[in-house]
């Protein structure tokens, strides 16, 4: 026993100093003596995984740790605590499953229950389960009272997180903290820890000069400062996080979804590195990997209506359309804020009447967003045509008009009531509405251009329909379809050669913005010469 005190009070005297490599090489020393000693073994794992976590260092030991306790447990293969250090060694090292095993190994050989839930707790959080690591976290706190600050800690961040929408819930995450507070003292981990982070000043300096770079615009010396903090402190997220939000921005997408990746890797809950991470993906194209992390980041957060919201545009710009509906809904469920709300309906309403053809559900929505936001016109517009495409002329005419009642010159609802009478038959209140359309807005082409159909088709007036796509055109150059009209008009009058020159115009543009079946436009263009 009196041998076994000397060795820890030589091991404690050189790692007081900082002489772990010595301490180490003590250590082996012994070994070469007793090569079956147990306690030198764990000892010396103890300093390989010390070394391993040092903040201050970039050294990978973690496979000599678990070398060191593995031959311990042969000799004392009923030991709970070996079982558990093994675990975290494990833990450390990314091997989430393992470590899991370990920890419920040692819990059966009767190792402090408490530490073994609260680092499973830990091995669930990375594994992105939640849910099941506040269960453990529960768990551990029946079966420890002072020595709990960094489980109370752990579940204040959990709760903070999961629930963040919840009063409740937020009340109890703030009791977690304070007793988080209250039993730092008799948490020595917590205290290390602690000691460990108000360390980070030391390199506030760096990011102060990292920051005063990228101001001026010079990254490279920025990258150099966020490395140089890394290489100083690497087990700190938020530096790796900020280093990933500099390559992003500076079109490094690869280095940027690495550097949050470890982030993330640290402290599964950063926030920052999630919405950094999906960003990346986003603007590299990737949208599968996208979604993914939204997913995850959705487990954390998921009550966020922006997230939802978010991940349903991708689904959308995938045209997987009713999985985006899905999300799209669950984000009006949540319903933060009337304006925001309103536009998810609006957006949701887009792809329900036009992509996914549900006029019935289109409505519904919004009519939702007109019940959010009264005075938003555009709902009304989407509203009125919604009801037209359902062929129900009576409510988009009262829809319009109740439009025009906020805004009586607005050129859109005119043009839109213009197309409403004239699916309806009423030829003279369409021209009405189109004229009226072009007088609050003389460079409105869709108005120009269907006030020149009418002339063209219902009233045969060909000049006045000639004059009506002339302006359309002038309004905009690149209007494929008053082109096309413009060619229909002159085959009417006989002109085909002014004819044929409008269609080929029509087939070119056509080419960029897809407005015709170019089929239609070949038939025309060969039947003038036939």
Not at 24 to 44: G, M
Not at 267 to 287: M, R, T
Request: net charge negative; hydrophobic share 40%; glycine share 4%.
């Amino acid at each position: 026993m009196e041998n076994i005190k000397k060795i820890d009070r030589e091991i404690n005297k050189l790692t007081k100093k900082g002489e772990i490599q010595k301490a180490i090489e003590y250590c082996q020393s012994l070994l070469l003596k007793e090569p079956v000693n147990t306690n030198i073994h764990l000892r010396l794992g103890d300093l390989y995984l010390d070394w391993h976590l040092d903040i201050y260092q970039a050294k990978q030991y973690i496979d000599e740790a678990i070398t060191e306790y593995q031959k311990a447990a042969e000799v004392q293969i009923d030991n709970g605590e070996i079982y558990y250090k093994i675990a975290c060694a494990l833990y450390y090292k990314g091997e989430l499953d393992k470590a899991i095993n370990y920890f419920n190994i040692a819990i059966e050989k009767k190792a402090d229950i408490s530490q073994c839930h609260y680092m499973i707790s830990n091995c669930l959080k990375k594994k992105d389960r939640f849910q099941d690591a506040l269960l453990h976290l529960d768990i551990a706190l029946k079966h420890c009272f002072l020595n709990s600050s960094r489980i109370h800690y752990s579940k204040y961040r959990l709760l903070n997180a999961l629930y963040f929408k919840s009063s409740k819930k937020k009340f109890l995450s703030y009791i977690e903290l304070i007793l988080s507070y209250l039993t730092l003292p008799f948490d020595k981990e917590a205290l290390k820890n602690l000691k460990s982070k108000v360390k980070w000043f030391q390199i506030l300096p760096i990011l102060v000069k990292a920051d005063s770079y990228l101001m001026n615009g010079d990254i490279e010396k920025a990258f150099k400062c966020y490395n140089s903090a890394i290489d100083k402190m690497p087990g700190f997220s938020t530096l790796y996080t900020a280093l990933g939000d500099t390559y992003r921005k500076t079109g490094k997408l690869e280095e940027a979804i690495v550097e949050y990746k470890m982030a993330l890797w640290i402290d599964s809950l950063d926030n920052s590195a999630y919405a950094g991470l999906v960003q990346a993906y986003e603007e590299l194209g990737d949208y599968d990997n996208a979604i993914a992390y939204y997913q995850k980041y959705i487990q954390i957060h998921p009550n966020n209506a922006v997230l939802h919201s978010n991940i349903a545009n991708l689904y959308f710009m995938k045209g997987e359309a009713q999985t985006a509906v899905s999300y799209y809904q669950a984000a009006i469920a949540i319903n933060p804020k009337p304006d925001w709300t309103s536009i998810v309906a609006q957006t949701l309403g887009y792809i329900q009447q036009n992509v996914i053809k549900n006029t019935d559900c289109a409505i519904a929505n919004y009519q939702l967003a007109n019940s959010l936001t009264p005075k938003e016109i555009d709902v009304y517009i989407s509203l009125g045509s919604a009801f037209y495409d359902n062929e129900d002329y009576k409510n988009a005419l009262i829809v319009y008009r109740r439009a025009l009642e906020l805004e009586p010159n607005n050129s859109k609802i005119h043009c839109n009531l213009g197309y409403l009478y004239w699916g309806m038959g009423d030829l003279d209140e369409a021209i009405k509405e189109y004229k009226l359309s072009i007088k609050f807005d003389p460079m409105y082409d869709i108005a120009h251009n269907n006030l020149g159909v009418i002339y063209l088709d219902d009233l045969v007036q060909l000049q006045d329909a000639i004059d009506c796509f002339n302006q359309a055109i002038e309004c905009n150059p690149n209007y494929a379809l008053a082109y096309y009209n413009l060619g229909r008009s002159y085959a009417l009058k006989n002109e085909n050669i002014e004819a044929a020159k409008y269609f080929q115009t029509a087939m070119d543009v056509n080419n960029v913005t897809n407005e015709i079946d170019p089929q239609d436009i070949k038939e025309r263009l060969n039947n003038l010469f036939n």
